[in-house]
């Protein structure tokens, strides 16, 4: 969370012909952050991680990525990037190995002496080891997301940019992909990943960022975006009793009372504990006081109120 | 890049697919002439044909002669439409901009493998002309157009003007295509268009009211290498085929470059 910052946009804008696809867009991604980068479909998240990577120029605003300017500088900048962006790109007539041997060779920053041994270790870290010589058209979706991912490992970036990178693999597949990049994160390498899939933000991430019609809506930590909204569930078998109780209390308030296991208590300033010993203190025999959290489909929703997009 | 653009030329299965078929086409015209002795009158029909049913020499140049109106372009519009719209539509040229591959060094990477797919072309159906036309015709001394007998060196150089002479109005054609290449995300689309390009090149040539933009369209000097063969070689067509594609070349690749290191890559 300390560091430098390795991507840092000032008021990024991309507009196509009358359409805002970026809107604005101020990011700021620490060294060694897992960031997400959330949004549904079509809210510019792609347009912006293009512009990230200097693919798409930016209508206006500033890009900084790895603490110098994008586009202008991407042959400094990029040889240290890994991406994968909108899927895997490959050629279909032509193994795995090949294609990681083409793509290394093509641009600069991947000495040929060591190619063969690097195409092999990225091949092993996403589990594609045993995958022979087939050519990359009879691999099956998840592999060659896998083989997508490869190609960004390549050479040991500072930064991994991944779009949807979890796309067509199986929960085991995502698993590894989640303690691979957990593994990378820990060694100081920068993850920014972009998806629509809250889940995988919530599981992956430390930060995040959500974007909505090309707007950002919120960047902070997820734990705090998944603050605890000030509620608490108390589960009780003395229902009356405790609202009883609550209502004596300066402050805390019940704002839900129809069920007969507990209630759900604003708390308005007063501490959880301090509202769990008054309760106690009171003869109510209290089975469980839990703090509300959101999650990030219901952070989403609030911060947006639209939902329609956004699969879970 | 340039290595990897070379190497994806070679081992291409495509490359020598259309390769070997360039090179069929005129073989298999030299196996029915000679077989039928059914030749053009002379002045008539493909250039050289009428001459070459008793002299293999010149064959390289009738071979040339045969695949440049419709087969040779239409290999080269496929192949350099395909060299960025193929990438783009493969999903592989995202990952080559960002691997980084500077814009310009890989339009440079591009034309210089389409510029070896041209000469590899070229050169391939001519010495398989040559073999053919010496097989089934025999070598002797040539006769020029214009009646005089010719060395062999003077053939000889001659023969390497005419290569030379087609490769270039070919990569005026590759120049017309790789723009299209550029400007959309279809290789098919990319051909076409320049293929069109030259369809209406060829119409408006023939159109006797468009009269003065022919000396202007790309395909209006392609067979003036005839001309090669006369003696003394009547190099003003020439000379002018040379100058139009290089115009085209220039304008297209100039054209190729400004919309591409400009563009938004969204493929």
């Known amino acids: 969370m300390s560091g430098a910052t390795v991507i840092r946009t000032e008021g990024l804008t991309k507009r196509y012909g009358g359409l805002t696809a970026v809107d604005g867009v101020d990011l700021e991604v620490a060294e060694g952050d897992l960031f997400g980068f959330l949004g549904p479909n079509g809210s510019g998240k792609t347009t912006t991680v293009r512009m990230l990577l200097g693919l798409v120029f930016a209508s206006s605003g500033r890009v900084e990525v790895l603490g110098r300017e994008m586009p202008a500088r991407s042959a400094e900048v990029l040889p240290r990037v890994g991406a994968l962006v909108e899927g895997p790109g490959f050629y279909p007539d032509r193994s795995g190995r090949r294609n990681l041997a083409l793509i290394d060779a093509a641009g600069p920053g991947g000495p040929r002496h060591d190619r063969r041994s690097r195409v092999e270790e990225v091949l092993e870290r996403v589990g594609l080891a045993a995958v022979g010589r087939r050519p990359v058209k009879a691999y099956s979706t998840g592999m060659r997301q896998r083989l997508g991912l490869a190609a960004a490992l390549l050479r040991q970036p500072r930064l991994l940019v991944l779009d949807e990178p979890t796309n067509g693999l199986d929960p085991q597949g995502i698993r590894e992909v989640r303690t691979l990049l957990m593994e990378l994160a820990e060694k100081g390498t920068t993850v920014f990943l972009s998806s629509h899939l809250l889940a995988e933000v919530e599981a992956f991430c430390q930060r995040a960022a959500i974007v909505h019609r090309g707007r950002l809506v919120a960047q902070d930590r997820v734990d705090r975006l998944l603050a605890p909204t000030g509620m608490v569930w108390v589960e009780t078998p003395d229902v009356d009793q405790a609202e009883a109780v609550v209502w004596g209390l300066a402050g805390p308030s019940v704002v839900e009372e129809d069920r007969r296991d507990g209630l759900r208590v604003r708390l308005d300033g007063m501490a959880p504990e301090d509202l769990n010993a008054r309760l106690v203190g009171s003869g109510v025999r209290v089975s469980e006081l839990v703090r509300e959290r959101l999650n990030l489909e219901e952070v989403f929703l609030r911060l947006t109120g639209d939902t329609t997009h956004v699969d879970r | ?110 034309l210089v493998t389409v510029t070896v797919f041209v000469l590899l072309a070229v050169v391939v159906v001519a010495l398989t ?80 009211a468009a009269a003065s933009v022919r000396p202007y369209l790309p395909t209006h000097y392609w067979l003036a290498f005839v001309d090669l063969f006369r003696t003394p070689v009547l190099w003003r067509n020439v000379d002018r085929g040379f100058g139009v594609q290089a115009l085209y070349i220039a304008a297209f690749l100039g054209g190729a470059w400004a919309h591409f290191s400009t563009k938004d890559i969204n493929s």
């Open chain 2, 1 to 110: 890049m340039l290595t990897v653009e070379l190497s994806k030329l070679v081992t291409r299965t495509r490359t020598w697919v259309t390769i070997s078929v360039l090179a069929a086409l005129p073989s298999v015209v030299a196996v029915f002439l000679k077989v039928t002795g059914v030749g053009p009158r002379p002045g008539e029909g493909p250039a050289f044909l009428a001459e070459v049913l008793h002299n293999g020499t010149l064959y390289p140049a009738a071979a040339l002669a045969l695949i440049l109106p419709v087969f040779l372009p239409v290999a080269v519009a496929v192949v350099a439409g395909d060299a960025v719209a193929g990438e783009a539509a493969a999903g592989t040229l995202r990952y080559l901009i960002i691997r980084p591959v500077a814009r310009s060094r890989l339009l440079v990477a591009k």
């Open chain 2, 129 to 208: 002309g040559f073999m053919v036309g010496a097989a089934l015709f025999g070598v002797h001394p040539v006769a020029s157009v214009s009646g005089t007998s010719l060395g062999a060196q003077d053939v000889t150089f001659r023969l390497f003007v005419t290569v030379a002479y087609v490769a270039v109005s070919m990569l005026g054609v590759a120049s017309i295509a790789l723009f299209a290449s550029v400007l959309t995300d279809s290789p098919l689309a990319a051909a076409l268009g320049a293929l069109a390009a030259l369809v209406a090149s060829q119409v408006l040539d023939l159109v006797d």
